[in-house]
């Protein structure tokens, strides 16, 4: 992989034209999640951070045995060596930035030749892999995460990493035992790993976001050399000698307490090369947990084992088949990342390529898999703004990013919300708010007492069926709701025991590659044969949440939206629309279904309620929508508007319909029902050209305000909002986010409730690393939607 892999990850530098102040080094889950903090500055300058700003122990060094001078390269372990010793020297490489994409970032730096000036320097990259790989479940349910250290020079150097206890608990007070594992399976090679755990583990339990249970395996090859101990002592002596000893320290104690750290070396002997010689190594981080969640599914409350124990036989399979797995996670995820920058450049602009890149692992570093192959499921953690599982208005932000990537995980996350529903646990008309109060504890609302959203989530949910439903029908690769849809065989299982969505019974090997998914969906044959399948075990929730929607979306009483932070309010205009858009959603469901009375009866209602919407929620002169329809000289971001496009209902937008359209598209514009339900736009076209007119008049600093209340701005609807305007309001509020994320003054990972003047700090609430950066994805999703021709 040496010449390649050095090309190929430098090749990246081209990439990255934003400057976030964090950046995502390893996220995997809400539990594997570290990020290199002040990213703004040298990568030594702090140590790396879990998302909620906790330091981890996380550092890396090389030395020069030459001139006995080590180097920091991430993580202020330099703070434990001697800057008067006599025995080595420190120094400072030159940094020489990050690059990133979708699933890796990279950490360059040069380090002067021992010849000084008549040398070349050595050139260095630390490259941190979390795959996304659209066309592999399996992989992506791994918890595994891979660290490449890449070397190009002609002078030796030596490479040290270390973890600590940190990985495992969120307490420095937790007492810790570890071993150094060898594994030397027949048809692999050779591996060591540290193995690190709580000595007494507190199962689903977390102290500070942190889980209290589960093990961190920490990776290296058979010619590494390790070392356990205090972490000073440790360091002392690579930096003496460029190398660690091979010993274990078995004396467990506290995380902090002499702080032990499980470390490797390795060292590179480039001074043997005849000319500049290319070497790396390869490291895994991987933390198993045994089980993920606890959840109160029809069967009871059920602890919920990880996917990924369908497949493997035990813990050092996994890790054994992960570590060698790397060059085929890496080509998936390197096709993933190369297809998306294609499709952002096209949509947006470089900006817009690294806004979707770094919102890629944070939507997936929100979830876990669980279930098993017949029956996936995908959990999710509202990180963050308090906690909550499963929550229906955050998995609605994050729903572009799933149908852009693999609408099969966002019929996973909608799974477990069914189930539980359909089992009578939960009393209400309106669908739950979320699973649990806080993750990974998802024991469910048995007395309907969860944060009340009924209007906003009823729409969420049948919205979110109508555009999975939609996904499943194409007719070839331009026509999929995903570009990843059409890859593998066609494949459907006709059990009652089996989920509509199953993973293959044997997973499809393409191209070299084993452990890949079926394609999702296929023609409109298939398509209607799957939906079905899958709404028939729910129907009667949609049903009943259309009724719900009937009574009370036009007027809603006074309530939340999933703008909770911002307060009740009744009569709320852009909460009512989105209402209104899902019974319109539930007409289709139905027509899916064969049920055309009720097809027809919801149409209806659903077209005498938009039409009368517009003369309570647009503003007298018919120049914004109001914030609520008694709030005279209010205005809102009217985000509703996006699900009505991409649900098909617009074809001025998705479509070619009009010599107007905002957006263009190759192709006939219909879903899966085919054109004759859609000739016509649901909401009339103007409310949109107003909208996006207002947007540019509304435009703060660092974006567009949610509503005329504050000055925050949330980009999740704002990219919705952008989605479906003009091509200068979409440009500004492209550019406008851009601009903050160069200049924001927070200092947690990518935020989506911002100040839009001032330093573009956090309003209060403080929310960061949320899955709902998945609506940046909005303009991929409504560009691939409605093409199918059936």
């Known amino acids: 992989m040496r010449c390649t892999a050095f090309a190929s990850l430098s090749s990246l530098a081209a990439a990255s034209s934003l400057t976030p102040p964090v950046l995502p080094l390893i996220v995997r889950n809400p539990y594997l999640s570290t990020w290199l903090a002040n990213a703004r500055d040298v990568p030594w300058s702090k140590w790396p951070m879990f998302y909620t700003g906790q330091e981890i122990g996380f550092s890396i060094l090389a030395s020069v045995t030459n001139t006995s001078t080590v180097y920091p390269l991430l993580g202020r372990a330099y703070d434990s060596l001697d800057e008067k010793s006599e025995h080595y020297n420190i120094s400072l490489p030159t940094y020489l930035g990050a690059q990133y994409d979708a699933s890796t970032t990279n950490l360059s730096y040069s380090i002067p030749s021992p010849k000084g000036t008549g040398g070349q320097p050595a050139e260095l990259i630390l490259s941190f892999l979390s795959p996304i790989t659209p066309t592999s479940t399996l992989r992506q349910a791994l918890p595994a995460a891979y660290i490449t250290v890449l070397v190009k020079g002609d002078f030796d150097l030596s490479i040290y990493i270390d973890v600590n206890g940190q990985w495992v608990s969120g307490n420095r007070g937790s007492e810790i035992v570890w071993s150094l594992d060898e594994t030397d399976f027949k048809d692999a090679g050779k591996l060591k790993s540290w193995r690190v755990k709580r000595r007494t583990e507190q199962i689903l339990t977390e102290y500070e976001d942190r889980a209290e249970w589960g093990t961190l395996h920490f990776t290296g090859p058979e010619d590494v050399s390790h070392e356990s101990g205090t972490s000073a002592d440790i360091r002392h002596k690579f930096a003496k000698y460029g190398q660690v000893n091979n010993t274990n320290d078995e004396q467990y104690r506290a995380i902090m307490d002499e702080e032990p750290v499980f470390a490797f070396s390795k060292a590179f002997n480039m001074s043997q090369n005849a000319s500049v010689g290319m070497e790396s190594v390869l490291f895994t981080i991987t933390h198993i947990q045994d089980p993920v969640t606890q959840y109160a599914s029809a069967r009871g409350l059920t602890q919920m084992k990880p996917l990924w124990q369908s497949y493997f036989f035990s813990d050092l399979a996994l890790i054994t088949y992960h570590y060698f797995d790397y060059k085929h996670a890496a080509k998936l995820a390197t096709e993933y990342s190369?297809?998306?920058?294609?499709?952002?450049?096209?949509?947006?602009?470089?900006?817009?390529?690294?806004?979707?890149?770094?919102?890629?692992?944070?939507?997936?570093?929100?979830?876990?898999?669980?279930?098993?192959?017949?029956?996936?499921?995908?959990?999710?953690?509202?990180?963050?703004?308090?906690?909550?599982?499963?929550?229906?208005?955050?998995?609605?932000?994050?729903?572009?990013?799933?149908?852009?990537?693999?609408?099969?995980?966002?019929?996973?996350?909608?799974?477990?919300?069914?189930?539980?529903?359909?089992?009578?646990?939960?009393?209400?008309?309106?669908?739950?708010?979320?699973?649990?109060?806080?993750?990974?504890?998802?024991?469910?609302?048995?007395?309907?007492?969860?944060?009340?959203?009924?209007?906003?989530?009823?729409?969420?949910?049948?919205?979110?069926?109508?555009?999975?439903?939609?996904?499943?029908?194409?007719?070839?690769?331009?026509?999929?709701?995903?570009?990843?849809?059409?890859?593998?065989?066609?494949?459907?299982?006709?059990?009652?025991?089996?989920?509509?969505?199953?993973?293959?019974?044997?997973?499809?090997?393409?191209?070299?590659?084993?452990?890949?998914?079926?394609?999702?969906?296929?023609?409109?044959?298939?398509?209607?044969?799957?939906?079905?399948?899958?709404?028939?075990?729910?129907?009667?929730?949609?049903?009943?949440?259309?009724?719900?929607?009937?009574?009370?979306?036009?007027?809603?009483?006074?309530?939340?939206?999933?703008?909770?932070?911002?307060?009740?309010?009744?009569?709320?205009?852009?909460?009512?629309?989105?209402?209104?858009?899902?019974?319109?959603?539930?007409?289709?469901?139905?027509?899916?279904?064969?049920?055309?009375?009720?097809?027809?009866?919801?149409?209806?209602?659903?077209?005498?309620?938009?039409?009368?919407?517009?003369?309570?929620?647009?503003?007298?002169?018919?120049?914004?929508?109001?914030?609520?329809?008694?709030?005279?000289?209010?205005?809102?971001?009217?985000?509703?508007?996006?699900?009505?496009?991409?649900?098909?209902?617009?074809?001025?937008?998705?479509?070619?319909?009009?010599?107007?359209?905002?957006?263009?598209?190759?192709?006939?514009?219909?879903?899966?029902?085919?054109?004759?339900?859609?000739?016509?736009?649901?909401?009339?076209?103007?409310?949109?050209?107003?909208?996006?007119?207002?947007?540019?008049?509304?435009?703060?600093?660092?974006?567009?305000?949610?509503?005329?209340?504050?000055?925050?701005?949330?980009?999740?609807?704002?990219?919705?909002?952008?989605?479906?305007?003009?091509?200068?309001?979409?440009?500004?509020?492209?550019?406008?986010?851009?601009?903050?994320?160069?200049?924001?003054?927070?200092?947690?990972?990518?935020?989506?409730?911002?100040?839009?003047?001032?330093?573009?700090?956090?309003?209060?609430?403080?929310?960061?690393?949320?899955?709902?950066?998945?609506?940046?994805?909005?303009?991929?999703?409504?560009?691939?939607?409605?093409?199918?021709?059936?």
């Open 338 to 790: 190369a297809q998306l920058e294609k499709d952002a450049y096209a949509s947006g602009s470089s900006s817009y390529v690294d806004i979707v890149a770094l919102s890629a692992r944070q939507v997936m570093g929100a979830t876990s898999f669980s279930g098993t192959p017949d029956n996936p499921l995908l959990f999710l953690k509202e990180i963050s703004s308090n906690g909550n599982s499963q929550t229906v208005d955050v998995i609605f932000p994050a729903f572009p990013f799933f149908l852009y990537t693999n609408p099969r995980w966002l019929a996973y996350l909608l799974e477990p919300l069914l189930e539980h529903m359909l089992s009578g646990q939960y009393p209400n008309d309106y669908t739950m708010h979320d699973l649990g109060y806080h993750f990974p504890n998802l024991t469910g609302h048995a007395d309907g007492n969860d944060e009340y959203m009924p209007v906003e989530e009823c729409g969420d949910m049948l919205i979110m069926g109508l555009a999975l439903v939609n996904s499943l029908s194409y007719s070839d690769a331009s026509s999929a709701q995903s570009p990843w849809s059409i890859e593998g065989d066609v494949s459907t299982r006709d059990s009652d025991d089996v989920s509509a969505f199953a993973l293959p019974a044997t997973l499809e090997t393409r191209n070299g590659v084993l452990g890949l998914d079926s394609a999702w969906g296929g023609n409109a044959a298939v398509a209607k044969k799957q939906a079905r399948q899958w709404l028939s075990k729910s129907y009667r929730l949609w049903h009943q949440w259309t009724g719900y929607l009937v009574d009370y979306s036009l007027e809603p009483h006074n309530q939340l939206c999933t703008d909770d932070f911002a307060g009740w309010l009744a009569l709320q205009t852009n909460l009512a629309l989105k209402g209104i858009v899902g019974i319109k959603a539930m007409s289709e469901l139905a027509e899916v279904m064969g049920e055309e009375k009720e097809a027809k009866y919801y149409r209806n209602i659903s077209e005498t309620y938009v039409k009368r919407w517009e003369e309570l929620g647009m503003s007298r002169d018919g120049g914004r929508a109001k914030l609520a329809y008694d709030w005279y000289g209010s205005w809102t971001t009217l985000y509703s508007l996006y699900a009505d496009a991409v649900l098909c209902f617009h074809p001025t937008v998705t479509g070619n319909d009009s010599s107007d359209a905002l957006l263009s598209q190759n192709g006939a514009q219909t879903p899966i029902l085919g054109p004759e339900l859609n000739k016509r736009d649901f909401i009339p076209h103007h409310i949109y050209d107003t909208q996006s007119s207002w947007y540019l008049s509304a435009m703060q600093k660092y974006g567009l305000p949610l509503d005329s209340r504050h000055l925050y701005t949330k980009s999740d609807w704002a990219f919705q909002a952008a989605a479906v305007a003009s091509h200068d309001t979409r440009t500004a509020i492209l550019n406008s986010v851009a601009k903050w994320l160069n200049e924001t003054s927070t200092d947690r990972p990518f935020s989506d409730l911002y100040k839009t003047e001032e330093d573009g700090g956090f309003p209060g609430p403080d929310f960061f690393a949320r899955p709902v950066v998945g609506s940046h994805f909005a303009f991929l999703t409504l560009e691939r939607a409605c093409k199918n021709e059936s």
